[in-house]
């Protein structure tokens, strides 16, 4: 009797696939419906931003950053700013700060709002991605009526930020944050504890505390692991030591956890937007800052707290008004690298699920 | 009662039967097309959206625009695909599930319905043929993602179909009969009522059978599209898609028709007319498995099967037990 022969399969996932977030490619050898290896592929949304930047003034490379992880640009505008400020040690005024603190946890409110429904659509559930869309629109409209945009907001300025809050702004998002709670309960309630959600993430993809670190994963996948680590905490930039806050960290470091720690984040980012309303000073949006940038020569790094993880910038200057080279630091690249790990010996239908759950934003991972 | 099985084969006698079965074929096609229309407003209202409400009053000629729009599409072979498979896999897929609506009872009078006495059996044996189409389909596109699709879709519904089966035997042992007619008017005389009292086990069996047999949400599997973009008919175009599409939707309604003649007493029920009644027990069927569409997420593909195997057709094995010992001691 001849033995049955069977072979490996090579399946292409992506660019084009509905659920790969963007224009990612995925090239995975199956054997049966078994991962045997994955070979993720980048670079198909690759704009050259930090080539560009080295061409651009510091303010012209800001709406560059808008475009970086676009579900999350006011802190992508933030890490630019932050690193120039502070090559430059410039003075940035209290309202200021306090208005850049409001905008960028609202919007990583956002920014994991859309992970938690783009999940569970990924995971076939199609109506959580339709409800969090309608308290994502409502921080974009609050977004739009501070800086004229919904989604690439160039809202800061070397120095401060652009515009103050329009009249009524500040009461706004007061408004807003019952009914962000509110909703958050409900979401939860509806979610966290569906069985098939459950079998579908719980010790799925699981990334230890050692591989986390040694693939360098930042924000919620380094979370997720028990990593106490937040560069908020850490290294507190701008005026984050003013404000009571905990870092959210997981146990299992599974897909549940990492999905789990993004819920619990917006409840923090809400507590930290409601503070910084009660103790927002009155005065000036924008510093002295001096007509034309120039950063001192020298190189120069900063990072914060993104979204997805650190979001660094790297500036060499060579003192001149447009930076020498500039790095960015792009958590969803870095994030990516664990996913061919945890891949290997997965079936195919979890790929979605543990794909989902690392959190990746084209525009961030090719730059 | 008037019944076309005892009447002489005369050339009138044909004549009216064929005209019989393509009204109802005709009405059916309506219905299934308005079910599309049914499903997006329920999904939508479920999801704070509108739904279609372009096309026509209230959007009710959207499910029209649509299949006129598929009719219209260029129907293309891919390069590489099996021609011949490829072409006449959706007609396989797609005559089955009209031809079970046949033994359907739709009214008290059931003058269009094939009063066969093996009902039961000859509706889920044509409904595995459609299996074939499903795998043939996915195999001629010469697509990985339609293979897939296809061979999930092929352990999926022979693992489903089995204890579908299963909890369909315990109506059949309380109605000794096959025959979907006798099992309804069985129905009204019986001392529990409707079947779906005494059979709770056997119906909640059925349905769950029942949604994975239809791919539907939570066991949408062989065309996840987050996974395998489409599944089996990723590949397929125009008027072969649609087939897939009315496929799938004639068989939405053809065992919501049969949950309801099995387990909610068919045409049965006081003052309105019985295929009102009809009418609004499958709907409700109908709303439950679009509201399970709305609502859960997907299973994973390796507890898919344990839950056939492990779970449904032991629980559908001690229901058959179960509705043995009540009717000998009963």
């Known amino acids: 009797m001849e033995t049955l022969h069977s072979e490996e399969m090579i399946l292409n996932i992506g660019p084009q696939h509905p659920s790969t977030h963007g224009v990612f490619r995925l090239v995975v050898t199956i054997d049966g419906e078994q991962i045997v290896a994955a070979d993720p592929v980048v670079g198909y949304l690759h704009r050259g931003t930090e080539k560009l930047a080295e061409s651009l003034q510091y303010t012209q490379i800001i709406p560059y950053t808008d475009r970086l992880d676009y579900v999350a640009a006011m802190l992508n505008n933030y890490a630019l700013v932050h690193t120039v400020e502070y090559a430059m040690d410039l003075e940035i005024p209290e309202r200021a700060e306090y208005l850049r603190v409001i905008v960028m946890e609202l919007n990583r409110v956002a920014s994991h709002l859309l992970f938690v429904g783009a999940y569970l659509l990924d995971l076939g559930a199609m109506s959580p991605f339709l409800y969090v869309f309608q308290e994502r629109e409502m921080i974009v409209q609050l977004f739009n009526e501070i800086c004229g945009a919904r989604l690439t907001y160039n809202y800061m300025r070397v120095g401060g930020v652009k515009w103050d809050a329009p009249p009524g702004w500040l009461a706004k998002v007061r408004d807003f944050l019952p009914h962000m709670r509110e909703k958050l309960k409900m979401y939860d309630a509806l979610i966290s504890g569906n069985e098939i959600f459950l079998s579908r993430v719980r010790g799925m993809g699981v990334i230890t505390q050692e591989e986390a670190v040694a693939y360098s994963l930042s924000g919620i996948n380094l979370r997720s692991t028990g990593l106490r680590f937040d560069l908020r905490k850490k290294r507190p930039y701008g005026i984050y030591d003013k404000f009571a806050f905990d870092v959210v960290v997981g146990q299992n470091g599974d897909c549940f956890d990492r999905y789990w720690c993004h819920f619990l984040e917006m409840e923090q980012s809400l507590n930290i937007v409601e503070q910084a309303l009660e103790s927002i000073p009155d005065g000036p949006v924008l510093g002295k800052v001096p007509k034309l940038i120039r950063i001192p020569a020298g190189e120069y790094y900063t990072s914060i707290e993104g979204a997805r993880g650190e979001l660094g910038v790297y500036i060499v200057s060579d003192g001149k008004d447009k930076p020498y080279r500039m790095k960015l630091r792009r958590p969803s690249f870095v994030n990516l690298q664990i996913l061919s790990k945890l891949l290997i010996g997965q079936n195919m239908a979890n790929m979605i699920a543990i794909l989902g759950a690392v959190d990746i934003v084209l525009g961030e991972v090719d730059a | ?330």
Do not use: C
């Not at chain 2, 959706?90 to 003058?111: C, R």
């Not at chain 2, 059996?121 to 293979?147: C, D, E, H, R």
């Not at chain 2, 919501?256 to 009809?278: Q, V």
């Open chain 2, 1 to 330: 009662m008037f019944s076309w099985q005892t009447q002489p084969l005369t050339g009138l006698n044909f004549i009216g039967m064929v005209i019989g079965a393509v009204v109802v074929l005709a009405i059916l096609l309506l219905v299934v097309m308005y079910l599309i229309f049914f499903l997006r407003k329920v999904v939508a209202w479920m999801q704070n959206r509108i739904g279609p409400n372009r096309v026509g009053p209230w959007g009710l000629f959207q499910s029209m625009a649509d299949v006129l729009k598929l009719l219209l599409k260029e129907d293309i072979v891919p390069a590489k695909a099996d021609r011949a498979l490829f072409l006449v896999a959706p007609i396989i897929a797609f005559v089955p599930a009209f031809t079970v609506l046949a033994v359907i009872p739709y009214t008290a009078g059931h003058i269009f319905t094939a009063g066969l006495n093996i009902g039961v059996l000859f509706y889920i044996a044509l409904s595995s043929i459609t299996i074939l189409g499903i795998v043939l389909g996915g195999w001629a596109s010469n697509n990985k993602y339609s293979l897939v699709g296809g061979l999930r879709s092929a352990a999926q519904m022979i693992s489903y179909e089995i204890p579908l089966g299963m909890s369909v035997l315990g109506v059949v042992m309380l109605a000794g009969s096959l025959n979907l007619t006798t099992i309804v008017q069985q129905q009204a005389t019986d001392r529990f009522g409707w079947y779906i009292i005494p059979q709770i086990i056997g119906f909640v069996v059925f349905m769950i059978a029942a949604v994975a047999e239809l791919n539907q949400t939570p066991f949408d599997l062989p065309e996840a599209e987050s996974e395998l973009v489409a599944g089996y008919f990723t590949e397929y175009t125009g008027f072969r898609f649609a087939f897939y599409m009315l496929t799938e939707f004639v068989y939405l309604f053809a065992i919501s028709a049969l949950a309801t003649t099995l387990f909610l007493g068919g045409w049965l029920g006081p003052w309105l007319p019985s295929w009102l009644w009809f009418a609004i027990k499958t709907s409700a069927v109908i709303f439950f498995m679009f509201w399970l569409r709305a609502t859960m997420p997907r299973l994973r593909v390796d507890k898919l099967m344990g839950f056939a195997w492990k779970v449904l057709i032991p629980v559908a094995l001690f229901n058959i037990l179960l509705t043995g010992l009540l009717s000998l001691l009963v």
